[in-house]
């Protein structure tokens, strides 16, 4: 059966929906159009460093649900798995300053980066200091060609956005929040793996096919095929290929402790994302590793792909307590 989609024309997928979000969050959230932008309600006359970040639809609720009190300032969308252009995050940055600098988070994608730089030093000219933080977290392309783009920015950008948001909230500087997000990027490592494709808005088909008895290892977030095929196999088999790979590259060992994501590509229910989780603290358990606070959900998707990701962070008291400060956004508050 062609796959089916809630969708009128599929040019006007991305505005359409996110007047909607914004008329559903009025007091959170403010939709500019032209350029398209996201930014937080309401009055922000404190004056604090503000957190700006973006990259392709199809990802929600990444950014843009990220955005409001103790996270994000503002978030730039692209086109469905498309670079925002220099413009719009200009915009947003400057929609975004409150006097202090704009710290940008952006995921290791060539347009991503690209913009994102020219952004900067549009930014500049008109006086906005700014720094970046680069998330590259995707152990699936990790060594890959000399020379070559680096490690994927995936689901680790959450606890970037949620970490910093929370310092800058408290008064850290600029300075200071580029170099934790630094850390947390450095400390952080992701695996992700597909049961099915994601396919793109007014097509019928997905972007790849598997066979009944496979999955694809290591996928991004855009629809691309992974770094291989594998067999199909039981929950706890699954979810061993993703952690202990990670577990490795972190060096982790007994005595550590860790802020796990169990993150869901799009089409994976919340019940299979518990069964993951609790098949990732005993695997964990194993190694005496603490699992001191974990997110479970979908919160950086692939449209509509089936499937799953594993984010390990390490931890430590200052970043769990960053973690647990207070946050309202559309997709995270407590």
């Not at 969708?7 to 929906?17: G, M, R, T, Y």
């Not at 490795?248 to 989780?277: F, M, P, Q, R």
């Not at 997110?295 to 509509?304: I, P």
Request: aromatic residues 4%.
């Amino acid at each position: 059966m062609p796959v089916r989609q809630l969708v009128n024309d599929p040019a006007d997928l991305v505005p359409e929906a996110l007047r909607g979000f914004a008329r559903a969050h009025p007091e959170l959230v403010r939709y500019h159009d032209d350029p398209a932008f996201v930014v937080r309600a309401g009055v922000r006359d404190r004056a604090k460093v503000a957190l700006v970040s973006g990259g392709g639809s199809g990802h929600e609720p990444l950014h843009v649900g990220f955005v409001g009190a103790g996270m994000l300032d503002a978030a730039v969308p692209g086109a469905v798995f498309a670079s925002p252009t220099a413009y719009q995050i200009k915009a947003a940055i400057e929609a975004a300053d409150r006097g202090q600098g704009v710290l940008l988070i952006v995921k290791n994608y060539t347009g991503d980066v690209l913009n994102f730089q020219i952004a900067a030093e549009l930014a500049a000219d008109e006086g906005i200091e700014t720094r970046t933080v680069l998330v590259d977290d995707d152990l699936a392309t990790d060594g890959q060609e000399e020379g070559g783009p680096g490690r994927r920015g995936t689901a680790a950008v959450v606890a970037v956005e949620k970490i910093c948001g929370a310092a800058a909230e408290r008064g850290a500087s600029l300075a200071d929040l580029a170099a934790l997000g630094e850390r947390v990027t450095g400390s952080a490592r992701t695996l992700a793996l597909a049961l099915a494709s994601c396919t793109q808005p007014g097509q019928s088909r997905p972007s790849f096919d598997l066979a009944d008895d496979e999955i694809e290892f290591g996928v991004g977030i855009h629809g691309e095929h992974g770094v291989g095929r594998r067999p199909y196999g039981p929950v706890r088999d699954l979810v061993g290929e993703l952690t202990r790979p990670i577990a490795k590259a972190l060096e982790l060992g007994h005595g550590d402790s860790v802020i796990a994501i169990v993150n869901g590509l799009g089409s994976t229910h919340d019940l299979e994302l518990s069964a993951v989780h609790g098949e990732l603290t005993a695997i964990l358990d194993d190694l005496g590793v603490e699992v001191t606070r974990s997110l479970v959900g979908s919160y950086v998707t692939s449209l509509d792909m089936r499937g799953c990701s594993i984010t390990l962070v390490r931890a430590d008291d200052e970043l769990v307590d960053l973690w647990d400060a207070p946050v309202r956004t559309p997709a995270l508050s407590w």
